[in-house]
């Protein structure tokens, strides 16, 4: 479905990406683990447009999409949710997930109804600002915001990052819910023995290349991996 | 010959004057990143300062020591120093756009304090009679003399300025504008030293104002006009390199020859239209402001192009 | 205590022109990210259409206002496409800079077209109330009861839909807006309508108010931007307390200074807050 091939890129003129290959099958989550500055981030900001590819392809249900607009990349049905920022504090929930349906031209309601269906809490809080909701509750905002368009594949960059330990599992379970639902997911993540254990396959990138790439379960009991990441 | 002369004599003597702004501002927004939209009121200041110490009293209006040429220019640039520092203190720790309108308050009140307190500046009908050194006004000579003296201060602000720039001071100015952040985190007193570079710029402001005075004999607070001096060079610096003080002279040279050449253009309009050649050369500024940030926002001489220069230099002195 | 009254209510005017201003030019700051100062200048533009159409075309004043704001925000959008769209990936000090050139060449031509004369509209003269020992021009009333207008009208705007929902979100997190699809260049056209409408309204209520000059909205740019600032710069709500704070404190201020220096007790305000507060006085409430 997606398929990244041997891209070089980054920021500037300086290339964080030295070759990063990955691929994402229809209904699969993808994890993207790796140290500091491995560039895992920068994979999937190169796929929604936000980092100029300099070498390489990329490409969504066999079209290509390198170095497409942020905004193009949204109409074919693939949707980010950034690590930081990634609300919009002064606007209510509801109203957040208005501004995700913008491009949208019909009647999204059904898909409101499902967003407050899998985070409850969001509609009990629905007319509060979302600069005013907790940690873990803006995170479902975010990721809600970036379902209203109905994608096909979803970015989450880091969605745990800097949550209290006991929301990290349940954010993990609605994350899992979410693909269970048929989005495919692509995901770059820190937690990486958790994320390891729901996903189908994963890639560990160090300094912008491919060190080893596997499915989940293999990940998680490989010596290397475990020493590198999963505290051994 | 006389005539080109009688010409080019008052064109150079404005350049210089001018040069001297731009030199000035080049210290507060060109090394130090100081968005500073109130130069008037720290050359005005200076004309005013200027005109008070060095006038001979007369029976309309009875303030003037009489004191000499050259403790008028320290006194002008000493006041504008003094506001310089008032003012700083305030607002140096204040965003550029802030910065900005702040600067424009200043100015508004300045402007104000010198129409409003008329038992010190004689409000709108302003100081007359300022003279000049050597050869006094009138008499033979006077323009070319007093070209003079400007150019050999142009000359030597430039000298200091550069030397200033080059200095380890100099260096830490442009740290502090390029990164605050690093800068504070070496330790440098931030505020300090942009607080200098103000102060500096200003007193250079003050005694371009005045020279001003000097020269045209005259001041009042419309003569200032805000909107000439103060945009003009600005158009100025951005044209000729904003961190740049040779680009400051430059900028200053060329902008004020076209600005010139609209003067004398404006002269030949029609009686009707000649009442509105202010107008007309405010929509010119206004549109070199905005040619000149469109289309050489790093002006003729960049900042790069100095930088090179001085590894150049480093590296031939076996630095 | 009468007196205090009259300046109350002169303040009150003042402050309603203020704030129409001061909220444009926060919506302004807050999505287009620079401090606009021309927005003094497209409000005399707004004064001095209205004045064609009053004199010239004998409109009455009420179809004036839309008609001399729809030109107005024409030149505004103008001047976005022409000098600051290509500018928008600058430093914000640019745009500032070149909107004191688009500020100065609207203040050369108003004054090329018009003259440098004053100008009135020529409503004729009013009949003042009286309440006790205060005097209420009707044109004052006028001036109130259309700002509060005007600007529930934009509340209503960008509570409700969907591109006023949108010009919320890009003031808040513009980098997010895109992420999410909206067309930012148009919101920033509708940026420009709605902030614009109330400049140029605010410009013809000053002309109503006192009189035409070329520089009217000039001098106003500083105490509105002591407004802005004072309400917290890019909340247009600060800005509406901003203005009427700005607007009784330098009528109120004739009571012990000099009525010239009027604009020195914006200046001084606004510096006040810049050093205790530049957040603005309502810093930690949202939009």
Redesign the interface.
Known sequence: MLEVRDIYGGYGGVDILNGVSLTVKPGEMVVIIGPNGAGKSTVMKAV?G?VKVREGTISFEEKEITNLL??EV??RSIC?V?QT???????TIA?NL???A??RNDDYSHQVEMVYELFPILREKRRL?A?SLSGGQRQMVAMG?ALM?EPRLLLLDEPTAGLAPAIVEDMFAMIKKINDLGVSILMVEQNAKHALGMADRGYVLTTGQNRIDDTGPNLLNNREVAEMFLGG | MEGLAGYLIPFVTFAGIYAVLSLGLNMQWGLTGLFNIGIVAFAGAGAYTSALLTRNPSDIFLLGLGLPFPVGLLGAMLVAAILALFVGWITIRLRADYLAIATIGIGEIVRLVLKNEGWLTNGVRGLDRIDRPIIPRGDYGSNLVYMIVVLLLVLAVYLLFERARRSPWGRVLRAVRDNELTAMAAGKNVVSYRLQAFVLGAAVMGLAGALWGHFVGFISPEAFMPMQITFLTWVMLIAGGSGNNKGAILGAVVIWTIWSSSQILTGYLPNELATQAGAIRMLLVGVMLILVLLYRSEGLLSEGHQREQDIRRQRESGG | MAEILQLLIFGVVLGSILALGAVGLSLVYGILRFAHFAHGDLMTLGAYFALTLIVSLQLPFFLALPVSAAATILVALLADKLVYRPLRRTQPVILLIASVGIALILRSAIQLIWGSRVHTYGQGIQMPYRIADITIKPDHILIVVGSIALITAMHFFLKNTKIGKAMRAMSDNRDLAQVTGIDTDRIILWTWGIGILLASCGGMFLALDTQLHPVIGWRLLLPIFAAAILGGIGRPYGAIAGGLVIGLAQELSTLAISPAYKPAVAFALMVVVLIVRPKGIFAGRSI
């Open positions: 929604f936000l942020p905004n949204t109409q980010y950034p920022e990634n609300i919009f504090p002064t606007l109203e208005d501004m995700g913008f491009i600002p600069g915001r368009l």
